[in-house]
């Protein structure tokens, strides 16, 4: 690694010193299209010649090439091709602007019908996502259409690599994932438009444009975060077109569900632009006496205070009420002992509810500096109230006979963070850079009212449950807990992307200098009469570098490959309720390494995406806990420990676009083996926990263009292997292979839509289990949604 390093940034200085630019001019230019929006990844070339490259995401490129006269191409689906005249002067600096026309009744078929996306706002990064030396993975609406898709278990599992693992509460609360092996941090890994926020509702809903998932560790661009990757929820933007959008989804178990989703120009000058997006959704469940009810109301505004600078504000208030529902617990222990049990059977009290409730608002402004710099400032504030009130059920003696206990809690969390970049083109001779520079910082502070104890509620069985016959009095909304839990980071980061012999060789070099502090602030006021007396801040703060670095080699203009290897880094908090909390009042950090390589590919004329990548991950000091009682486990007694190595290695493919101009396509597979090197409470070799070795998914969707036009039929197959769910491997609950089978029919004419989805078609009982003991979700069965949709666009 240090060879490598040393040769990489060899090669960085040396570029940096070529200054050759002799006999050569420079072309800067901007493409917009008929409403004066910029147009980004617009293919723009030198005719005749190897000079060519793309758009960013604000319309400008940047070129350099021989002096002389040329003819300038520029060509983006959907819009007809332009061609003009320049002239490149030695030694100086040219700069066009371009309009280019949308191509009758062809654009709004591109925007929703299977081109794969290009660009991923979490990169921060004005690149293609070709372009990056990193596994990503975009879903955007064409998938969302397709699959009728209004939650995001429906939408992740099209992504290699990313499972799936239960849900916190029942469906209706909030959903676990694992990522090439390790589990996402609830505080660390997932993101709106950049910004971190909790994980405690669904973050999925209608003012969401695509969904974005960057593969492996990504401190250098997030500071701590577990190495499996990133979720990112990228939302939509105000449009310069007046758009309507009415769905209405009405299906089984008494789905009803509106949505409208509008847009258009303030003003006449199309400067100060809106879009607003609320929806309702009320249903049941094929779980008995299970129900849930969410709102969104998303309203964004737009406006270009000059050409140059462009001001976005956003916010988003959500609130949603769920049925606690824990799942089954097996009356044997295992998991071939759930087949005696209803999936429709439920064991906790239809009072019991997940109450959530969140505020966020965004301002983002951009600034252009010259044609090629620009400087963004993102600031995010979000309030976040959840009050779990559940019921645990202990498991089953040889009669059904069960102890059921009762939880609840409320939780106020506050979040604020704040970025500044400055993104750039320029060149040193022949070479081309493209620069990340930047600063964040991020800050949350939370409280609880109780941690969240179990206590005896009462005795009911398995097999005649009885409801309605215990007290009924939710948590109190008070007081809370004497400490405030902290997290806050702090980082810098510098980032270019170098690129030589007509930008098909790329080198990127990035390093991040990262503080986190992590921890609880006890209030000594508060302390005296509480199980807290005597503590004292246990705050604890970590600096830590963060490089990465990657090579893509494009030796044609539709592919692309790539290595890179990069860093990440966990801050662990002292565990308050572990048994030897005291022990381990300051924690050591958690380590992460990647190595990965992969090909991207632009196939069918570039309309579908193709990547394949095989990584390796090795994750030290991971944090770990054992239970005081391994037979009989109570979930509050254990230890813990921050020490061993874990281990992940596997080849991820993705498929996204179209085969076709009638045959779209959604497909994914991974192979994932994880082991454990080293670790103090389990055995070498056992499998680490929520990593099937196995997964696969396909979608397909056809659409004739001739005869039938404006019909649809979709069909799809979605596979995860066998699993474990804890790092003690138990045989007894070793996850079972899932499968699920789904079509889709559908018809469109003059902005009117009908469709038909059908999920899970054979009525397979599928499980999961996040939560170790003998507790599993059982998932949906079949289900039945009908689409009714209604768009206009107008100029």
Request: charge should be positive.
């Given at each position: 690694?240090?060879?490598?390093?040393?040769?990489?940034?060899?090669?960085?200085?040396?570029?940096?010193?070529?200054?050759?630019?002799?006999?050569?001019?420079?072309?800067?230019?901007?493409?917009?299209?008929?409403n004066?929006?910029?147009?980004?990844?617009?293919?723009?070339?030198?005719?005749?010649?190897?000079?060519?490259t793309?758009?960013?995401?604000?319309?400008?490129?940047?070129?350099?090439?021989?002096?002389?006269?040329?003819?300038?191409?520029s060509?983006?689906?959907?819009?007809?091709?332009?061609?003009?005249?320049?002239?490149?002067?030695?030694?100086?600096?040219?700069?066009?602007?371009?309009?280019?026309?949308?191509?009758?009744n062809?654009?709004?078929?591109?925007?929703?019908?299977g081109i794969?996306?290009?660009?991923?706002?979490?990169?921060?990064?004005?690149?293609?996502?070709?372009?990056?030396?990193?596994?990503?993975?975009?879903?955007?609406?064409?998938?969302?259409q397709?699959?009728?898709?209004?939650?995001l278990t429906?939408?992740?599992?099209?992504?290699?690599?990313?499972n799936f693992?239960?849900?916190?509460?029942?469906?209706?609360?909030?959903?676990?994932?694992?990522?090439?092996?390790?589990?996402l941090?609830?505080?660390?890994?997932?993101?709106?438009?950049?910004m971190?926020?909790?994980?405690?509702g669904?973050?999925?809903?209608?003012?969401?444009?695509?969904?974005?998932?960057?593969?492996?560790?990504?401190?250098?661009?997030?500071?701590?975060?577990?190495?499996?990757?990133?979720?990112n929820?990228?939302?939509?933007?105000?449009l310069?077109?007046?758009?309507?959008?009415?769905?209405?989804?009405?299906?089984?178990?008494?789905?009803?569900?509106?949505?409208?989703?509008?847009?258009?120009?303030?003003?006449?000058s199309?400067?100060?632009?809106?879009?607003?997006?609320?929806?309702?959704?009320?249903?049941n469940?094929?779980r008995?006496?299970?129900?849930?009810?969410?709102?969104?109301?998303?309203?964004?505004?737009?406006?270009?205070?000059?050409?140059?600078?462009?001001?976005?504000?956003?916010?988003?208030?959500?609130?949603?009420?769920?049925?606690?529902?824990?799942?089954?617990v097996?009356?044997?222990?295992?998991?071939?002992?759930?087949?005696?049990?209803?999936p429709?059977?439920y064991?906790?009290?239809?009072?019991?509810?997940?109450?959530?409730?969140?505020?966020?608002?965004?301002?983002?402004?951009?600034?252009?500096?010259?044609?090629?710099?620009?400087?963004?400032?993102?600031?995010?504030?979000?309030?976040?109230?959840?009050?779990?009130?559940?019921?645990?059920?202990?498991?089953?003696?040889?009669?059904?006979?069960?102890?059921?206990?009762?939880?609840?809690?409320k939780?106020?969390?506050?979040?604020?963070?704040?970025?500044?970049?400055?993104?750039?083109?320029?060149?040193?001779?022949?070479?081309?850079h493209h620069?990340?520079?930047?600063?964040?910082?991020?800050?949350?502070?939370?409280?609880?009212?109780?941690?969240?104890?179990?206590?005896?509620?009462?005795?009911?069985?398995?097999?005649?449950?009885?409801?309605?016959?215990?007290?009924?009095?939710?948590?109190?909304?008070?007081?809370?807990?004497?400490?405030?839990?902290?997290?806050?980071?702090?980082?810098?980061?510098?980032?270019?992307?170098?690129?030589?012999?007509?930008?098909?060789?790329?080198?990127?070099?990035?390093?991040?200098?990262?503080?986190t502090?992590?921890?609880?602030?006890?209030?000594?006021?508060?302390?005296?009469?509480?199980?807290?007396?005597?503590?004292?801040?246990?705050l604890?703060t970590?600096?830590?570098?963060?490089?990465?670095?990657g090579?893509?080699?494009?030796?044609?203009?539709?592919?692309?490959?790539?290595?890179?290897?990069?860093?990440?880094?966990?801050?662990?908090?002292?565990?308050?309720?572990?048994?030897?909390?005291?022990?381990?009042?300051?924690?050591?950090?958690?380590?992460?390494?990647?190595?990965?390589?992969?090909?991207?590919?632009?196939?069918?004329?570039?309309q579908?995406?193709?990547?394949?990548?095989?990584?390796?991950?090795?994750?030290r000091?991971?944090?770990?806990?054992?239970?005081?009682?391994?037979?009989?486990?109570?979930?509050?007694?254990?230890?813990?420990?921050?020490?061993?190595?874990?281990?992940?290695?596997?080849?991820?493919?993705?498929?996204?676009?179209?085969?076709?101009?009638?045959?779209?396509?959604?497909?994914?597979?991974?192979?994932?083996?994880?082991?454990?090197?080293?670790?103090?409470?389990?055995?070498?070799?056992?499998?680490?926990?929520?990593a099937?070795?196995?997964?696969?998914?396909?979608?397909?969707?056809?659409?004739?263009?001739?005869?039938?036009?404006?019909?649809?039929?979709?069909?799809?197959?979605?596979?995860?292997?066998?699993?474990?769910?804890?790092?003690?491997?138990?045989?007894?609950?070793?996850?079972?292979?899932?499968?699920?089978?789904?079509?889709?029919?559908?018809?469109?004419?003059?902005?009117?839509?009908?469709?038909?989805?059908?999920?899970?078609?054979?009525?397979?009982?599928?499980y999961?289990?996040?939560?170790?003991?003998?507790?599993?979700?059982?998932?949906?069965?079949?289900?039945?949604?009908?689409?009714?949709?209604?768009?206009?666009?107008?100029?």
């Amino acid at each position: 690694m240090k060879i490598l390093t040393t040769l990489v940034f060899s090669l960085y200085f040396c570029a940096l010193w070529a200054q050759d630019s002799r006999n050569t001019g420079i072309l800067t230019g901007r493409i917009l299209d008929n409403n004066s929006q910029p147009l980004a990844y617009v293919t723009v070339l030198l005719k005749d010649t190897p000079y060519g490259t793309q758009t960013d995401e604000q319309g400008v490129f940047l070129l350099k090439a021989p002096s002389g006269a040329y003819l300038l191409l520029s060509r983006y689906v959907g819009y007809e091709d332009q061609s003009k005249q320049v002239t490149l002067e030695e030694g100086k600096e040219s700069r066009i602007e371009l309009l280019l026309d949308p191509i009758d009744n062809q654009l709004q078929a591109v925007q929703i019908s299977g081109i794969r996306a290009k660009t991923a706002s979490a990169t921060r990064t004005l690149l293609e996502v070709k372009d990056i030396p990193q596994a990503i993975v975009v879903i955007g609406q064409k998938t969302v259409q397709q699959q009728a898709a209004f939650d995001l278990t429906t939408l992740t599992r099209n992504i290699s690599g990313l499972n799936f693992t239960g849900n916190y509460s029942g469906a209706g609360s909030y959903q676990f994932f694992n990522a090439r092996g390790f589990d996402l941090s609830n505080s660390q890994n997932y993101r709106w438009n950049g910004m971190m926020i909790w994980n405690l509702g669904n973050n999925y809903s209608d003012n969401i444009e695509q969904v974005e998932f960057l593969k492996g560790p990504t401190s250098i661009l997030f500071g701590d975060a577990a190495p499996g990757g990133v979720l990112n929820f990228s939302t939509k933007k105000p449009l310069a077109q007046f758009y309507t959008g009415v769905d209405l989804k009405l299906g089984s178990w008494g789905l009803v569900r509106p949505a409208l989703d509008v847009s258009g120009p303030i003003n006449k000058s199309k400067t100060l632009r809106y879009r607003l997006n609320t929806s309702f959704q009320s249903e049941n469940s094929f779980r008995n006496q299970v129900s849930s009810r969410r709102f969104l109301l998303a309203p964004t505004l737009a406006w270009d205070i000059t050409p140059r600078m462009r001001w976005n504000l956003e916010a988003v208030l959500r609130r949603s009420t769920a049925t606690d529902d824990p799942g089954l617990v097996s009356p044997d222990g295992t998991v071939k002992g759930l087949d005696q049990l209803s999936p429709h059977l439920y064991l906790s009290e239809p009072s019991r509810k997940y109450k959530f409730g969140d505020q966020s608002y965004f301002s983002t402004l951009t600034y252009r500096l010259g044609d090629t710099w620009r400087i963004r400032n993102v600031l995010f504030y979000g309030y976040t109230q959840n009050r779990p009130w559940g019921i645990w059920p202990d498991a089953p003696d040889s009669l059904g006979n069960i102890q059921r206990n009762q939880y609840g809690y409320k939780q106020g969390l506050h979040n604020l963070s704040g970025s500044l970049d400055a993104l750039g083109s320029f060149y040193t001779g022949k070479i081309k850079h493209h620069v990340l520079l930047g600063m964040e910082y991020q800050r949350s502070h939370f409280r609880y009212t109780n941690e969240g104890y179990l206590d005896s509620l009462d005795m009911n069985n398995i097999y005649q449950m009885v409801y309605n016959q215990v007290p009924n009095t939710p948590p109190a909304d008070g007081p809370y807990l004497p400490f405030i839990s902290i997290i806050a980071r702090a980082g810098v980061y510098a980032q270019d992307q170098l690129m030589f012999f007509h930008e098909k060789l790329h080198l990127m070099l990035g390093l991040r200098a990262g503080l986190t502090t992590q921890g609880n602030h006890y209030i000594q006021a508060e302390l005296p009469g509480t199980n807290y007396e005597g503590y004292k801040d246990d705050l604890i703060t970590k600096k830590v570098l963060s490089p990465r670095i990657g090579l893509v080699f494009r030796p044609v203009s539709w592919a692309s490959y790539y290595t890179s290897y990069s860093q990440g880094y966990e801050v662990n908090a002292p565990d308050l309720f572990a048994q030897n909390y005291s022990t381990f009042a300051n924690p050591p950090a958690t380590r992460s390494a990647q190595v990965e390589a992969g090909i991207k590919a632009s196939l069918v004329k570039n309309q579908l995406g193709v990547s394949i990548t095989g990584y390796q991950i090795d994750k030290r000091d991971p944090y770990g806990f054992v239970y005081l009682d391994p037979q009989n486990p109570n979930y509050d007694e254990y230890n813990v420990y921050y020490d061993g190595h874990h281990q992940s290695r596997g080849i991820e493919i993705d498929l996204d676009g179209k085969i076709s101009p009638w045959l779209s396509l959604t497909a994914g597979a991974a192979y994932t083996s994880t082991k454990v090197i080293s670790d103090p409470g389990y055995p070498r070799g056992n499998r680490l926990p929520n990593a099937p070795r196995y997964t696969g998914n396909v979608w397909l969707n056809f659409e004739p263009q001739k005869h039938a036009k404006g019909f649809s039929l979709g069909a799809g197959y979605f596979y995860k292997d066998k699993f474990f769910s804890s790092l003690n491997n138990d045989p007894n609950l070793e996850v079972r292979r899932s499968q699920s089978i789904d079509v889709a029919a559908g018809y469109q004419f003059k902005g009117i839509g009908i469709q038909l989805n059908v999920t899970n078609l054979t009525n397979r009982v599928n499980y999961l289990n996040p939560w170790i003991f003998n507790l599993f979700d059982v998932q949906p069965l079949r289900r039945i949604v009908f689409t009714l949709t209604y768009k206009m666009h107008r100029v």
